[in-house]
């Protein structure tokens, strides 16, 4: 495992020779050690990728996109090495890890041919109404990104902004989160493999405060992608906004799911636990506020809390383990503080709500249902970023959708009926950037990926993604031989 910062093609120590513990959280040790960078390091690296960006930036998307397809066939080669490393690092399952490892493969093979389709579109003639103009449009790259990932997907996460970000012919500097930062490190030993030319890509392990905010903050940095929390968003937008940077931010959720009394019953349970169990609930975009009709109800919660206690809890390396802990103490305190909170809000506690008893170590919760939980519950209102489901019940499919859009947060939601003209109706009255019908979380690399309201601003992924690293240049030109004569009446000059 790598230890030391990447930067400008090489590995280095941080400049103030600080470093930053790794821990498991399944067992609760330290298990490596990182670098971590400071406000020197970081202006290193943001001048390493603007020098690098003088002859990247000149590439061709023909060019760029071998280095894509390297990269993806480098990360398919180490799959179960990685998968490995995010386990111990995250402490989900492996085979949700391998999944993550699968689909960052697929984000740097998608976004080769999105480098390559780049090219054909260059120079796209427009149609004008004065015949004497022609206009076409360039798409050139944005410079220097910043991009700072999250600890719920370290791996898939860097790829959904570094491939794009390479694509469009930008340089980056990424900080991943000092929660999990080794397979960002990973990444970078990879693109060094694969001769990615020295500065394009520059990885700085470290805080947010130390490493992020001067980041963010740097005159050279044009672009900054951020994925996180909202209140460290609203941060990184105020810092952007002195050099009125280009900026993306895919934040919090609370995400609603409605359930129509004629859903059928198994294929709801297994959506609605895959929408707030996958990743132990440590997902931005989780179904976590569950609006049910009260005629389905009391079988569906009943069918719900006996799935949920033989969910298999333990260790990600553990063969059959279906949830494993949560990210760090810090996450497990706030997760365990929510659930008590909403208790004496007047929330029921169906199932779990605490530590597995046989589990003495490690950052494990319980799956949890919470019923009954008040609308002023901040329960109800806000992110827990755990494996806690809060439910309530609905009448009529006003009110259904009237709860589901009663939130600050839009990133995404669910409804689920065997009817699929109510559904389609449904669903386009949620108030989301993504919308799920019949299912809950499926997320491809294709489609846009980002929320409304105060879950973020832009999208990623798909077409979208890339274009978050390109500025749209039109060049415009004069192909009459007509003098234009706005001035120079006389275009001789002989005047009268």
């Known amino acids: 495992m790598r230890d030391k910062l990447y930067l400008d093609g090489e590995w280095r120590d941080a400049r103030g020779g600080e470093t930053l513990p790794v821990v498991n959280p399944s067992t609760e040790e330290v298990f490596h050690t990182v670098a971590a960078a400071g406000p020197e390091d970081v202006d290193d690296a943001v001048r390493a990728a603007a020098r690098a960006f003088h002859t990247w930036g000149r590439t061709s998307g023909a ?6 397809r390297a990269i993806a066939r480098r990360l398919r080669e180490r799959r179960e090495e990685l998968a490995t490393l995010e386990v111990l690092d995250n402490g989900k399952p492996l085979p949700e890890a391998l999944w993550d490892v699968d689909d960052a493969v697929g984000c740097f093979e998608y976004y080769a041919e999105l480098a390559e389709e780049l090219d054909g579109r260059q120079d796209t ?29 370290p791996l898939l996460m860097a790829a959904w902004k570094v491939a794009p970000a390479l694509a469009a012919g930008a340089t980056m500097v990424l900080k991943p ?25 520059n990885v700085l392990t470290g805080t947010g405060r130390g490493a992020g905010e001067p980041l963010a903050r740097h005159p050279d940095v044009r672009k900054v992608a951020f994925t996180g ?22 934040l919090g959720g609370k995400s609603p799911m409605i359930v129509c009394a004629d859903a059928p019953l198994d294929a709801t349970v297994e959506w609605i636990m895959f929408g707030i169990y996958w990743n132990q609930g440590q997902v ?33 390396l553990t063969p059959g383990t279906l949830l494993g802990p949560l990210v760090s103490e810090a996450q497990h305190r706030q997760v365990a503080r929510r659930v008590q909170s909403a208790v004496a809000d007047g929330a029921r506690v169906l199932c779990g709500g605490k530590r597995p008893p046989e589990l003495e170590r490690g950052y494990f919760y319980e799956p949890t249902v919470l019923t009954d939980v008040p609308v002023t519950s901040s329960a109800w209102a806000e992110e827990i970023f755990g494996p806690v489901l809060c439910v309530r019940t609905f009448r009529t499919e006003e009110e259904a959708i009237a709860l589901a859009n009663d939130s600050p947060f839009g990133l995404a939601a669910a409804v689920m009926s065997a009817d699929s003209e109510r559904a389609e109706r449904i669903a386009r009255q949620m108030d989301a950037g993504i919308v799920w019908i019949n299912c809950s979380q499926p997320t491809f690399t294709q489609a846009p990926w980002g929320g409304t309201k105060k879950s973020g601003i832009g999208r990623e992924l798909g077409q979208w993604g890339l274009d978050n690293y390109l500025e749209t240049k039109q060049l415009t030109t004069y192909t009459s031989t007509q003098p234009w004569g706005w001035y120079l009446k006389d275009p001789s000059g002989a005047g009268t």
Request: hydrophobic share 45%.
């Open 177 to 201: 989160s000092e929660v999990t930062p080794v397979t960002a490190l990973e990444l970078a030993a990879i693109t060094h493999e694969i001769g990615l030319p020295r500065g394009v890509l």
């Open 125 to 153: 003639a427009l149609p004008l109404p004065d015949g004497r103009f022609t206009c076409r449009v360039r798409y050139a790259p944005v410079g220097v990104a910043g991009l700072i990932t999250p600890w719920n997907y």
């Open 63 to 68: 060019e760029r996109a071998p280095h894509l």
């Open 229 to 250: 929390s909202g209140p460290v968003g609203v941060k990184v937008m105020s810092a952007c906004a002195a050099d009125v940077k280009c900026v993306s931010l895919e």
């Open 284 to 316: 931005c975009s989780a179904t976590s506020r569950l609006i049910v009709d009260e005629r389905l109800a009391p079988a569906l919660l009943e069918r719900l809390a006996h799935e949920s206690r033989r969910i298999v809890i333990g260790d990600g």
